[in-house]
């Protein structure tokens, strides 16, 4: 499967911004999603993830009850509706991809997901 991420920006804190990621392949259903972000000078962070159809998601607590993670197995795209947004949300934010289904702590290390986006610019100005 191929990523393609996209909807980030220059935002200001407080605002709003919603990432999209969209997926090639038939068989995205079949695919447990996650969102991770990297800061400059920072490791590669778990964000949140959704299971395949959506009925189950998780999250980091640094962006629980913020963030909102959901997706549209019809339009092969995962989505991550970010508000509140502060200054330490900055990074660049990466969709992943893993075949199957996962769940729990297992969906947390990045090395769990066998595919990756290229990547979205974050910016949050305080």
């Known amino acids: 499967v191929q990523l393609q991420a996209s909807g980030g920006g220059l935002v200001q804190a407080g605002g709003s911004l919603r990432l999209s990621c969209a997926a090639s392949?038939?068989?995205?259903?079949?695919?447990?999603m996650g969102w991770f972000r990297q800061a400059p000078g920072k490791e590669r962070e778990f964000v949140a993830a959704?299971?395949?159809?959506?009925?189950?998601?998780y999250y980091a607590d640094s962006v629980k009850g913020r963030f909102t993670v959901s997706r549209d197995n019809a339009k092969n795209t995962v989505y991550l509706q970010m508000n509140s947004l502060k200054s330490e949300d900055t990074a660049v934010y990466y969709c992943?991809?893993?075949?199957?289904?996962?769940?729990?702590?297992?969906?947390?290390?990045?090395?769990?997901?066998?595919?990756w986006g290229q990547g979205t610019q974050v910016t949050v100005s305080s």
């Open positions: 992943a991809a893993v075949y199957g289904f996962y769940s729990g702590g297992a969906l947390y290390t990045s090395s769990r997901y066998n595919y």
């Open positions: 392949g038939r068989t995205f259903n079949m695919y447990t």
């Open positions: 959704i299971g395949w159809h959506g009925g189950s998601t």
